[in-house]
């Protein structure tokens, strides 16, 4: 098969019935599990990279957050771009290679700008497989269909999210209990270098079934055009720009809201570590079995929820779960700052979780149902810009500043996760609905597509 877009007709035309679609998202799921490990591991290693680099919690945010989304939100437009044009599955394998290969980078680190760059490598890598794999399960399933599928395909952000807290949490008890790690060629390392390099190696074996997934017929063409080639950037913009009301109050609605999400999923460890004395093992398989048991079953309740309701008429459905997972997720993390027992810490970070994933498999879905095939990678690209950006880049950042700038203490996370919480998303959900009468109308004309 040729990497570009002259594929073969066998390779190209979606096999008969949905077992084989859904083979397709569970191999997407694993990609995005390893995606999410990769990404999600400096949750857990705040303690151990500031102490050897002697930093701050403002500057560790730059690493887990900006550095990675920096480059993760500009290389999505032109790797999107990819996506509309050529084998999604060809530039969602090299992409895992890469971000994987960066990730064992990370562990070879040995000062704050080395680490800060390897992140960039990381970002840059996993911006190849959300454009392509939205585009891919759009073709694979009926819309009735479609929010449960992107939801399986957004496990990998629960489960990826989960492993990378437990595996990180072993990984540190184990270094701690032996002092420095003494590898192969490398010789000595820190503990948290160690983890870096064992969680990087197995996205090269998910690269190679990734080579099992074939490419589907495109569906869903812009009238006029018979193949992606057929349509330029300057139609993209042109197509966004008509519809700039809907586009820009779900990005932007959806991408403040994710700040508060990813902030609870970056320092949810730190916060048990700070406010209820867990160790870092302890916090790790804690937060992770809350991301693991607690996220994936608000992704597919959201999942769910959404097929029912479109199925049921409602074009803007995905915009009304996402809400509704705002208006679940806030009074918990609100509560992070008054709840004074470590059980009921863990039992409001579980219920803020589960809220939050709801919208994890809907706001890139949104941008699909809005638009017609040869656009659905910069579509989605275009969301991840802004939604890594604000959301990613950001998100870490306000809790990290509120903790080190307004209430100048560590022991104070819990003040400034609930804090951020309390002022990002109301904001979201204003935004939000200020537009869902142009979505509604932007999806109607959509389905219209052949």
Known sequence: MKRGGAATSATRT??????????VVSVLMLA?????????????????????????????SLLAGLAFAIFYSIMGLPLARIADRHSRRW???????????????????????????????????????????????????????????????????????????MIGGQVIALTQDIGAVRLPVLG?????????LFVGAPGLLIALLMMTVREPQRTGLFPGAHHAQQVPISTVLAYFATRRRAVATHVIGASIFIMAVFSLNIWGPEYLVRTFGYSRAEAGLTFGAVMMT?????????????????????????????????????????????????TLGVACLAAAVFFS??????????????????????????????????GLGLGPTVVAVLTDFVFRSDAA??????????????LAAVIMLSGLKQVRAAIAEAQTYA
Not at 128 to 139: K, N, V
Not at 298 to 307: I, K
Request: net charge positive.
């Open 14 to 23: 979606a096999p008969a019935g949905l077992g084989y679609a859904w083979y």
């Open 32 to 60: 995005q599990t390893c995606s999410f490990i990769d990404r999600m591991i400096m949750g857990l290693l705040v303690g151990p990279i500031r102490a050897t680099f002697s930093i701050s919690d403002t500057q560790y």
């Open 91 to 165: 530039l969602i394998a090299i992409g895992i290679s890469f971000w994987s290969l960066m990730t064992a980078a990370c562990g070879l680190a040995q000062g704050f700008w080395q680490l800060f760059l390897a992140r960039m490598g990381v970002g840059v890598g996993e911006a190849t497989l959300s454009p392509a794999a939205y585009s891919l399960i759009s073709d694979y399933f009926p819309k009735h269909m479609l929010a449960r599928a992107f939801s399986v395909f957004t496990l990998g952000v629960t489960i990826g999210s989960g492993l990378a807290y």
């Open 188 to 196: 000595e390392v820190h503990g948290w270098q160690a983890t870096f």
């Open 294 to 342: 607690a996220g994936t079953l608000g992704l597919l309740t959201g999942g769910v929820l959404a097929d029912r309701s479109f199925a049921g008429g409602r074009r803007d459905a995905y915009s009304r779960i996402i809400l509704l997972s705002m208006a679940g997720m806030a009074p918990f993390a609100i509560l992070l700052a008054f709840v004074s027992t470590p």
């Open 357 to 390: 994933a709801f919208q994890g498999g809907l706001s890139g879905g949104v941008m699909q149902l809005m638009t017609p095939n040869q656009m659905r990678g910069q579509a989605v690209a275009l969301f991840l810009l802004t939604a890594n950006l604000l």
């Open 413 to 426: 996370l819990n003040k400034s996760l609930a804090l951020a919480s309390a002022i990002l998303i109301p």
